[in-house]
Nanobody, 121 residues
Framework: QVQLVESGGGLVQPGGSLRLSCAAS????????IGWYRQAPGKQRDVVAD???????NYADSVKGRFTMSKDNAKNTVYLQMNSLKPEDTAVYYC???????????????WGQGTQVTVSS
């Protein structure tokens, strides 16, 4: 019932910038965690940035200082601002939301369809 829709991907030159958006069908405040992952062809899916409710984003070492995650609760949208892009940033970028389980409720994890980011001259 939860839907996550990514947008904003595209082709950009090395050193350029893109801003990705993830629009949620419900309140993003209901998620214990929300974050961004990426996966290049033939490679594993890795975390890019992750945010807990009322916390600060955690970033992968490979993107620290270049990427910034933010959210707009009124719009139920999270963003990933990507600056100083490198060819190795080329991947499909996915939005992920997590609701923690409890003794009475199961754990839920939701993924978007992904948006392609290509960094090339």
């Amino acid at each position: 019932q939860v839907q996550l829709v990514e947008s904003g991907g595209g082709l950009v030159q090395p050193g350029g910038s893109l801003r990705l958006s993830c629009a949620a069908s419900g309140s993003i405040s209901s998620f214990n965690e929300i974050g961004w992952y990426r996966q290049a062809p033939g490679k594993q899916r890795d975390v890019v940035a992750d945010l807990t409710y009322a916390g600060s984003p955690n970033y992968a070492d490979s993107v620290k200082g270049r990427f910034t995650m933010s959210k707009d609760n009124a719009k139920n949208t999270v963003y990933l601002q990507m600056n100083s892009l490198k060819p190795e940033d080329t991947a499909v970028y996915y939005c992920r939301a997590l609701i923690y389980g409890s003794i009475r409720s199961p754990r839920y994890e939701y993924w978007g369809q992904g948006t392609q980011v290509t960094v090339s001259s």
